[in-house]
């Protein structure tokens, strides 16, 4: 359909109507995360939830409030971890490449302005330049486009487009204007098909998690066979089950019970690894640097291979002039005052940006006719007036079409320019003729002659070398995954240092996994990738047992950041790109990166002492819980007595250790160097606690309060030793702390306030020597393991050393 001027008319408003009422409209495709329902089961309908949840309200019900105190530890960790998750939902399903919120069109005629969302099958979309593509079109009638696909594939170069070639949607248009008409909207454009695998949810890969994970899910077998254990040597100690109910006695049964259990979760550890993550995330947004989930702080610390987009990553986007090669011997007046006059006067893109500013403009000549530059000729061209009379056609174009004429000299002229183009460089050809031909005419003058090529290459960030020579000195591998000429990729490469800068040509791939995790093991540069590509690349080095950090800013690097270990995005990025990366460097400023190591080896060294204060009390509160319960000894504790001992030995002291500054450098093993000392100390603890029991038992002396308290304050004694251990070197932080925690031990034995609400009091002069000379052996042995784990070989090198 067209109008009175001949012109199409678009779609009528029927038309529209018809195919908004097929669903043949451009909106976004469902969510594939998560609902926030889904994320609140997740977090809230746990087993140690459910344990702990249970508990609360059992005591609660007993009217033992004092004793439920474990409750707003488990609160807490069900809100972390729902906030964090629903934050990760929203930036997912945000995700779009799609940057402007509006599109032109021709509908009924008329031209209109809608919302990108409103766009419907075969609507006439009107472009020019800076327009992104809001859909899949197909060109139409007489207009010319040069389109940037950057974003979708990488290459660096604009894409010419006439009448019935392809646009994609994301894609943004250089230069140029025409119309195009839809083929594809919503869920079946380009950019969703190719984003779609991105917006899947996942969490990053984080060794501290994992590690954690592993010992809950090895409590989550224990709590329960040990919680019957404890409840039956509880009930025997009543004598017997029947008198105890009959009696009332199994309340207090019920509240040893609970204690054993809550003792046995590390809830604490999750809590407080996600409070080590937000502040590492604080930290580094002072640095302009967003972490977009809390445990990417850790990751980049883990990473020994660094793999990275090149244009918008390594590059800034633009172009950068390289450098004049003169195909003449003897110099050629005017050539300089041509330059001038190009850069000032073509149509604003990179190239012609970078030609005004190497050839800034002294003097405005005078243009007696010019050529436009148009991506279907490859060439531009002025006739200049020149000082002595006459005038000087000069002609600006890609070298294959400004010297493909008859002059002598074009032959040697187009071997010397594909050098250049071989080598890496954007290559241009100035030529020029002084035939008196109209240079206003659409076509080349018919004999050119040759004076010189101008080279340009991509403008390279600051900072990028400098980052990557940190990398490499600190032994982690760099990769160059780029959708550009292999050339041009192999050429950044040099300029960065890369020993390896023969770039592999990626269509050249075979699909044999065996062979590409070889070339990509064996080789560092590669051009031409298409984004599955760069995805199976990340891949093939993670089957290799790399942990892989990914670079980019376009499109074509959301499948790769997806499944890298660590996706980071430069402040450039497309909105997709950002929202599956789990790093974005606000400023684009490379020299963020070691900083985020820092970071990282804060966090995870930090983390692994933390680690082992918490799982030393899982394992002497599973083995205490498992030594009354063979031995039929009461348990020694009640529930707030060991919310009180947590918060000297453990809690506090933990928040403190998880924040101080550690630069030391990470070796794999985290979970095995904090068990290896976690398991013998818990087991030391807990003879010492049983032994001390035993006598109170065999002895029958002593009240169970007094034996409460004996055991309260061994166990006291020892965790403070055991934090001594985790905590060496000593500085003078570190003192302040152990000594705060000793008076703190004072202080709840001696002030009634805190002795009456824990129920303690110091332990008679006959059980006070046993105790401390208990505390004293367990102590002696926990030191034992702790220098016994200091001889344990690390593991195999992960990451930054």
């Given at each position: 359909?067209?109008?009175?001027y001949g012109?199409?008319a678009?779609?009528?408003a029927?038309e529209?109507?018809?195919?908004v009422r097929?669903?043949?409209v451009n909106v976004?495709?469902?969510p594939?995360?998560?609902?926030?329902a889904?994320?609140?089961r997740a977090?809230v309908l746990?087993?140690?939830n459910g344990?702990?949840?249970?508990g609360?309200?059992l005591l609660?019900?007993?009217g033992?409030?004092?004793?439920a105190l474990?409750?707003?530890a488990a609160?807490?960790n069900?809100?972390i971890?729902?906030?964090?998750?629903?934050?990760a939902?929203?930036s997912l399903d945000r995700?779009?490449?799609?940057?402007?919120a509006t599109?032109r069109?021709?509908?009924?005629?008329h031209n209109?302005?809608?919302p990108?969302?409103?766009?419907?099958?075969?609507?006439?979309?009107l472009?020019?330049?800076g327009?992104q593509?809001?859909?899949?079109a197909?060109?139409?009638?007489?207009g010319s486009?040069e389109?940037?696909?950057?974003?979708l594939t990488?290459e660096?170069?604009?894409?010419p487009?006439?009448?019935?070639?392809?646009?994609?949607?994301?894609?943004?248009?250089?230069?140029?204007?025409?119309s195009?008409?839809?083929?594809?909207?919503?869920?079946?454009?380009?950019a969703?098909?190719?984003?779609a695998?991105?917006?899947r949810f996942?969490?990053v890969?984080s060794?501290i998690?994992?590690g954690?994970?592993?010992v809950l899910g090895?409590?989550?077998?224990?709590?329960?066979?040990?919680?019957?254990l404890?409840l039956?040597s509880?009930f025997?100690?009543?004598?017997?089950?029947?008198?105890?109910?009959?009696?009332?006695?199994?309340r207090?049964?019920?509240v040893s019970?609970?204690?054993s259990?809550?003792a046995?979760i590390?809830l604490?550890l999750v809590?407080l690894?996600?409070?080590?993550f937000a502040v590492?995330?604080?930290?580094l947004?002072?640095q302009?640097?967003?972490?977009?989930e809390?445990?990417?702080v850790?990751?980049?610390a883990r990473?020994d291979v660094l793999?990275?987009?090149k244009?918008g990553?390594?590059?800034?986007g633009q172009?950068?002039f390289d450098a004049?090669?003169?195909l003449?011997?003897?110099a050629?007046?005017?050539w300089?005052?041509?330059?001038?006059?190009?850069g000032?006067?073509?149509p604003?893109?990179?190239?012609s940006?970078?030609?005004?500013?190497?050839f800034?403009?002294?003097?405005?000549p005078?243009?007696l006719?010019?050529v436009p530059?148009?991506?279907?000729?490859?060439?531009s061209?002025?006739?200049l007036e020149?000082s002595?009379?006459?005038?000087c056609?000069?002609?600006?174009g890609a070298?294959?079409?400004v010297?493909a004429g008859?002059?002598?000299?074009?032959?040697s002229?187009?071997?010397?320019?594909?050098?250049?183009?071989?080598?890496?460089?954007r290559?241009?050809?100035?030529s020029?003729?002084?035939l008196d031909?109209d240079g206003?005419?659409?076509?080349l003058?018919?004999?050119c002659e040759?004076?010189?090529?101008?080279t340009?290459?991509?403008?390279?960030?600051?900072?990028?070398p400098r980052?990557?020579a940190?990398?490499?000195?600190?032994g982690?591998?760099?990769?160059?995954?780029?959708?550009?000429d292999?050339r041009t990729?192999?050429?950044?490469?040099?300029k960065?240092?890369?020993e390896?800068?023969g770039?592999i040509?990626a269509s050249?791939?075979p699909?044999?996994?065996?062979?590409?995790e070889r070339?990509i093991e064996?080789?560092?540069v590669?051009?031409?990738?298409?984004?599955?590509q760069k995805?199976e690349?990340?891949?093939?080095?993670q089957?290799?047992g790399h942990t892989?950090?990914?670079?980019?800013?376009?499109?074509n690097?959301?499948?790769?950041l997806?499944?890298?270990?660590?996706g980071?995005?430069?402040d450039?990025?497309?909105?997709?790109?950002?929202a599956v990366?789990?790093?974005?460097?606000?400023?684009g400023k490379?020299?963020r990166?070691?900083?985020?190591?820092?970071e990282?080896?804060?966090?995870?060294n930090?983390?692994?002492?933390?680690s082992?204060?918490f799982l030393?009390?899982?394992?002497?509160?599973?083995a205490?819980?498992?030594?009354c319960g063979t031995?039929?000894l009461?348990?020694?504790f009640l529930p707030r007595?060991?919310?009180?001992v947590?918060g000297l030995?453990?809690?506090?002291?933990?928040?403190f250790?998880?924040l101080?500054p550690?630069s030391r450098?990470y070796?794999?093993?985290f979970?095995?160097?904090?068990?290896?000392?976690?398991v013998?100390?818990g087991?030391a603890?807990?003879?010492g606690?049983?032994?001390?029991?035993y006598?109170v038992?065999?002895?029958g002396?002593f009240?169970?309060?007094?034996a409460r308290?004996a055991s309260?304050?061994?166990?006291?004694?020892i965790?403070?030793?055991?934090?001594a251990?985790i905590a060496?070197?000593?500085?003078?932080?570190?003192?302040?702390?152990?000594?705060s925690m000793?008076?703190?031990?004072i202080?709840?034995?001696s002030?009634?306030l805190?002795?009456?609400?824990?129920?303690?009091d110091?332990p008679p002069?006959?059980?006070l020597?046993?105790?401390?000379?208990?505390a004293?052996?367990?102590s002696a042995?926990?030191?034992i393991?702790?220098?016994l784990r200091r001889?344990?070989?690390p593991g195999?090198k992960?990451?930054?050393p």
């Amino acid at each position: 359909m067209t109008n009175s001027y001949g012109r199409p008319a678009g779609l009528t408003a029927e038309e529209v109507s018809q195919r908004v009422r097929d669903g043949m409209v451009n909106v976004m495709p469902d969510p594939t995360s998560r609902s926030l329902a889904a994320i609140v089961r997740a977090n809230v309908l746990t087993l140690f939830n459910g344990i702990v949840l249970s508990g609360f309200m059992l005591l609660l019900f007993l009217g033992q409030w004092q004793d439920a105190l474990f409750g707003l530890a488990a609160i807490g960790n069900a809100l972390i971890g729902v906030i964090q998750e629903y934050r990760a939902k929203r930036s997912l399903d945000r995700l779009t490449i799609i940057h402007a919120a509006t599109a032109r069109v021709v509908r009924d005629g008329h031209n209109q302005e809608i919302p990108a969302t409103g766009l419907v099958m075969d609507d006439l979309l009107l472009l020019g330049a800076g327009d992104q593509l809001p859909a899949d079109a197909v060109v139409i009638g007489d207009g010319s486009l040069e389109v940037d696909e950057s974003l979708l594939t990488g290459e660096s170069a604009p894409v010419p487009k006439r009448s019935g070639d392809l646009l994609l949607s994301g894609s943004l248009v250089f230069a140029g204007s025409g119309s195009a008409r839809l083929i594809r909207v919503g869920r079946e454009t380009f950019a969703n098909r190719l984003t779609a695998d991105a917006k899947r949810f996942s969490l990053v890969t984080s060794e501290i998690r994992r590690g954690i994970d592993k010992v809950l899910g090895v409590v989550a077998w224990i709590v329960l066979p040990v919680t019957l254990l404890v409840l039956n040597s509880q009930f025997v100690q009543q004598d017997g089950w029947e008198a105890a109910l009959a009696s009332g006695d199994w309340r207090q049964s019920a509240v040893s019970t609970v204690a054993s259990t809550i003792a046995m979760i590390p809830l604490g550890l999750v809590l407080l690894t996600s409070v080590a993550f937000a502040v590492g995330a604080v930290r580094l947004a002072r640095q302009k640097v967003l972490i977009q989930e809390l445990a990417a702080v850790e990751v980049l610390a883990r990473v020994d291979v660094l793999c990275l987009d090149k244009t918008g990553t390594l590059t800034d986007g633009q172009m950068a002039f390289d450098a004049v090669h003169h195909l003449r011997d003897d110099a050629m007046d005017g050539w300089s005052e041509a330059l001038e006059w190009f850069g000032a006067n073509q149509p604003a893109n990179a190239t012609s940006r970078s030609v005004g500013e190497a050839f800034p403009l002294k003097r405005e000549p005078y243009a007696l006719a010019s050529v436009p530059f148009d991506s279907a000729r490859k060439w531009s061209s002025v006739t200049l007036e020149k000082s002595q009379g006459g005038s000087c056609t000069w002609v600006l174009g890609a070298p294959e079409v400004v010297l493909a004429g008859g002059h002598p000299g074009c032959s040697s002229a187009r071997q010397r320019a594909e050098r250049l183009i071989s080598s890496g460089f954007r290559t241009m050809a100035l030529s020029r003729s002084i035939l008196d031909t109209d240079g206003s005419q659409i076509r080349l003058p018919p004999d050119c002659e040759p004076v010189l090529l101008l080279t340009f290459r991509e403008s390279m960030r600051q900072d990028a070398p400098r980052t990557l020579a940190y990398f490499r000195e600190e032994g982690v591998a760099i990769k160059i995954l780029s959708g550009d000429d292999p050339r041009t990729v192999g050429l950044l490469a040099g300029k960065l240092g890369l020993e390896d800068t023969g770039a592999i040509d990626a269509s050249t791939l075979p699909e044999d996994r065996a062979v590409l995790e070889r070339l990509i093991e064996e080789h560092s540069v590669f051009g031409r990738v298409s984004p599955k590509q760069k995805r199976e690349l990340v891949l093939a080095l993670q089957r290799r047992g790399h942990t892989i950090a990914m670079t980019g800013d376009g499109v074509n690097d959301t499948l790769a950041l997806k499944v890298a270990d660590l996706g980071i995005a430069m402040d450039s990025a497309a909105p997709a790109t950002k929202a599956v990366a789990r790093i974005v460097l606000l400023d684009g400023k490379f020299s963020r990166l070691p900083a985020v190591v820092a970071e990282g080896r804060r966090v995870i060294n930090n983390m692994e002492r933390v680690s082992m204060l918490f799982l030393s009390k899982t394992a002497y509160a599973v083995a205490i819980s498992v030594f009354c319960g063979t031995l039929l000894l009461p348990f020694p504790f009640l529930p707030r007595q060991l919310s009180a001992v947590d918060g000297l030995t453990i809690g506090l002291p933990a928040f403190f250790l998880a924040l101080l500054p550690n630069s030391r450098g990470y070796t794999r093993g985290f979970l095995r160097r904090s068990l290896s000392f976690a398991v013998p100390a818990g087991l030391a603890t807990a003879a010492g606690v049983t032994a001390l029991n035993y006598y109170v038992e065999a002895t029958g002396n002593f009240s169970i309060d007094q034996a409460r308290s004996a055991s309260t304050m061994a166990l006291t004694l020892i965790g403070s030793w055991i934090l001594a251990v985790i905590a060496r070197p000593l500085d003078a932080r570190k003192t302040a702390v152990l000594v705060s925690m000793y008076i703190g031990t004072i202080s709840v034995f001696s002030f009634p306030l805190l002795s009456d609400f824990f129920r303690l009091d110091w332990p008679p002069g006959d059980l006070l020597p046993v105790t401390l000379v208990v505390a004293v052996a367990s102590s002696a042995a926990v030191e034992i393991a702790g220098r016994l784990r200091r001889r344990i070989p690390p593991g195999p090198k992960s990451g930054v050393p």
